[in-house]
């Protein structure tokens, strides 16, 4: 490059600063403009997209589908095409080369000109390259497998709530619904064994989060708890174990209080008087919370499962379980404390079979067989007969209570 | 009273001479294209208060790290916007840097005189996309952890060094609390510092040679 | 371009440069306020009635220590309190549950038997038998505890926030 060479080139430019515009106003009103609006896009994305929430990590989980940030996805997929004995080549001495040509362009591009016409193979070249890793992402994107989705729980309440659901799924069956233990009934391989009480003070006080995460992913083999933590070949989640973990401290030990929002979020809706109970949302919430722990899959019930509204009516060597409004049917009979003949002359015994259901959950499962089942919340709202709420001075019309005068 | 303390500014910061300097200098015609390097330094200010603002609450520690960006998220006032922000921000500064980038390639800007704007600039390029590396561990999820693995383990195929070079990355030879502790410092201070080192530099050289100008048939 | 119109659109730039500026700088600035004051504005207030044990096993006459534990979260931990004071049986059921904290700077009181009084170690302070200041930087007596007595066991009324 020759001075010649070089003083035509500032020369032009010159020129060109002449007939230009001022950074101030023109070029920083553009710039701005351009800021404010990727500020706007910002804000749009935090604010209706958000963050993906992920998992806590967990190293044994071999389901993950590890992928890098979208920008070095096309990496990731250039390393496909090379084979192990010259992986380095593809992960290291390409890469290597092409970052040395990007910062040393100008140095070893000696074509003087500028103009797009005179500069072919470079355009063309550099095309190339981003063409190519565009295609590499979108090879990448397509080829990813799905990821299995979990349920995270942000806050301390969510965490809870999850807890107790995870908690009313795999422990019920034998530490019973509030970890109060006792002998254990209708498990393979345990039955008869008794199980001591996990939410005394004496449990809460003395075992901390960390022992009681360990105790779940772990289990107590040798005192007949089998693992639950995906490392030991059970089928928790590390951080689904730290929710039961979270449920079982804030609601067994009495030095930690429980959030409000979280009492309320869990509990199981009441019934008002005169209200039709819906699957939806109240049969499914005692189910779960009481009987799903054996009647799932994979677990002796009869082939009685209880997941769902048509699991409810129709599975099991027993059907129909339930008859709308015959007050007979096993179910009812069952949670009643009658004990039933089933199909094979066999007798099926009282559910739950430790502890009795809440009177106010046997009433919710009647009225819930009387009125006909339904599934929906509005198609038991409509089912609802209207009660006029209990205005002082005013009797609901059969409440068979003397009327009692205004004060 | 505010003139009197703009004079006794003046008299001593020279608000003319900055105003000369910095803003009233001579452009050659520019268009749209011409923004995206404003747009990075933007983008730049804005991952860096942001970030700032993340680590009141963030604890670069694998017992906590998971939990403290939940506790952003769902406990703190505005902490989804903060770290939204962030998060965004991060991806989008990849993305205007590189075709930043690529502009001026297509212009050829880094030819004669501005060939060092280019080697710096594509040193920016690169400690951006550092940046973005050493960012994605923070969170600890499952996300960040298994790509951390995957990658670092990119470079411990290198023949001869590569062993050196993935236990250099994750600070031994398990990506663990030591290597969510060195990627912190790296994108909390080292980078930044870098990065925010050669962004003056580049700002120089571009005011040293006046904002390039697209070129002509006959260029 | 004429020269006033010049002007104009530099003010126009002006303006607008002010105003998105603002707009961003207030779009981003309030939320981080809120963000970095947040855990002041938290209350966190927690009560209940703390089981002391059998009541029998305070003696009649002079102060017994005792402690107990609450845990609360802050933030993303729970961060287990102790706390300590004294009960003071003074008849069979007339009962002063003191706490153990000083009123000034929060060091624990300890009992002096010698001396009747409750000590604290950091400024010399001295409290009486029923909590009242008898010397020293204190500006209040001893905090109470509510108590109640049920089926032979000790409860005091734990309240904070």
């Given amino acids: 490059m020759n001075d010649d060479f070089k003083k035509k080139v500032n020369e032009k430019y010159e020129e060109k600063l002449q007939k230009g515009e001022r950074f101030w106003p023109d070029s920083i009103y553009k710039d701005l403009l351009v800021s404010f609006a990727l500020f706007i896009l910002l804000i749009g994305l935090a604010t209706f997209i958000g963050i993906h ?130 002998e254990i009934a209708g498990v393979e391989g345990l039955e008869g064994v008794i199980v001591k009480s996990i939410s005394s003070t004496d449990e809460m006080y003395t075992r901390n ?24 070949g059970g089928e928790l989640t590390p951080s689904e174990i730290e929710y039961m973990v979270a ?161 | 009273m505010f003139k009197k303390i703009y004079a006794w500014l003046d008299e001593r910061v020279g608000f003319d001479g900055l105003y000369k300097n910095l803003l009233d200098r001579p452009e050659p015609h520019g268009n749209w294209w011409n923004t995206l390097g404003s747009a ?13 603002f993340l680590t009141v609450y963030y604890t670069p520690s694998p017992d906590h790290a998971y939990d403290s960006i939940q506790y952003i998220m769902n406990g703190v006032a505005f902490g989804w916007l903060i770290r939204g922000i962030h998060h965004w921000g991060a991806s989008l500064m990849v993305l205007i840097v590189f075709i930043h980038m690529l502009r001026t390639f297509f212009s050829a800007s880094y030819k004669y005189p501005r060939e060092l704007t280019w080697i710096v600039g594509s040193l920016l390029f690169l400690l951006t996309l550092g940046m973005g590396f050493t960012g994605y561990l923070l969170p600890f999820n499952q996300r960040a952890y298994w790509a951390t693995v995957v990658a670092t383990e990119i470079g411990g195929v290198v023949p001869g060094i590569g062993d ?39 700002l120089y050289l571009i005011m040293r040679h006046g904002e390039s100008a697209y070129p002509d048939q006959d260029d | 371009m004429a020269g006033s119109s010049r002007i104009s659109r530099r003010d126009f730039v002006k303006v607008v440069t002010i105003a998105l500026s603002s707009v961003m700088g207030a779009a981003l600035g309030i939320p981080v306020i809120g963000y970095l004051i947040d855990p002041a504005l938290k209350v966190q207030s927690s009560e209940a009635w703390i089981p002391l044990g059998p ?13 107990f534990t609450r845990s609360s979260v802050n933030g993303w931990e729970k961060t287990v309190n102790s706390y300590g004071g004294f009960i003071l049986r003074k008849t069979e059921t007339d009962l002063l549950a003191l706490s153990s904290r000083c009123t000034h700077l929060s060091c624990s009181v300890n009992w002096d038997e010698g001396n009747n009084n409750y000590a604290c170690p950091c400024h010399a302070a001295h409290f009486g038998s029923e909590g009242e200041v008898l010397d020293g930087p204190p500006p209040a007596p001893l905090d109470r505890y509510e108590t109640k007595i049920e089926e032979g066991n000790l409860f005091i009324f734990f309240q904070k926030g």
Wanted: proline content about 8%.
């Fill in chain 1, 247 to 407: 449920f079982m401290r804030y609601s067994w030990d009495d030095r930690a209080e429980i959030p409000a929002d979280a009492v309320a979020a869990s509990a199981i809706p009441t019934l008002a008087e005169g209200e039709v109970p819906s699957y939806e949302v109240h049969i499914s919430a005692v189910s779960k919370r009481y009987c799903m722990s054996c009647h799932r899959e994979g677990k002796e019930n009869n082939e009685y499962l209880m997941g769902s509204y048509e699991e409810i009516l129709k599975s099991g060597n027993n059907v129909p379980n339930l008859v709308a409004g015959d007050l007979n049917s096993i179910l009812l009979q069952t949670i009643q404390q009658n004990e039933v003949i089933g199909v094979d002359d066999e007798t099926i015994g009282v559910m739950p079979p430790k502890k009795e259901l809440k009177p106010e959950f046997v009433d919710m499962f009647i009225r819930w067989v009387e009125a006909g089942m339904p599934e929906s919340a509005s198609e038991a709202a409509a089912l609802s007969v209207e009660v006029a709420p209990e205005v002082e001075g005013e009797v609901a019309p059969e409440a068979g209570v003397e009327e009692t005068p205004a004060p």
């Fill in chain 3, 55 to 67: 009541l029998e096993n305070f003696p009649l006459g002079s102060p017994k220590s005792f402690s």
């Fill in chain 2, 40 to 52: 990075s330094l933007f983008l730049f200010i804005m991952q860096g208060a942001t970030g700032i």
């Fill in chain 1, 53 to 182: 929430p992920e998992p806590k990590v967990d190293p044994t989980d071999a389901s993950y589908v590890p992928r890098p940030e979208w920008y070095f996805l096309f990496l990731f997929e250039f390393l496909k095409y090379f084979p192990g004995e010259i992986e380095w080549v593809g992960a290291a001495v390409i890469p290597g080369i092409l970052v040395l040509a990007l910062i040393l362009l100008p140095l070893y591009d000696k074509n003087p000109f500028r103009h797009y016409s005179k500069r072919k193979f470079a355009i063309g070249l550099m095309t190339f390259i981003v063409i190519g890793m565009i295609g590499l992402t979108i090879n990448a994107v397509i080829t990813t497998p799905p990821q299995v989705e979990t349920e995270i729980a942000g806050s301390l309440t969510e965490q809870i709530v999850l807890g107790q659901d995870l908690y009313s799924i795999q422990c019920v069956e034998c530490h019973g619904p509030d970890g109060e233990g006792g």
């Fill in chain 2, 164 to 202: 050196f070079i993935l236990k250099a990355l994750r600070g031994g030879t398990d990506v663990s609390a030591l290597t969510l502790s060195r990627f912190f410092s790296a994108h909390i201070w080292m980078l930044p510092a870098a990065l925010a080192g050669l962004i003056g530099v580049h």
């Fill in chain 1, 209 to 232: 989060d960390g022992s009681l995460f360990d105790i779940i992913a772990y289990g107590q083999p040798n005192l007949g708890m089998p693992p639950f933590g995906g490392a030991y």
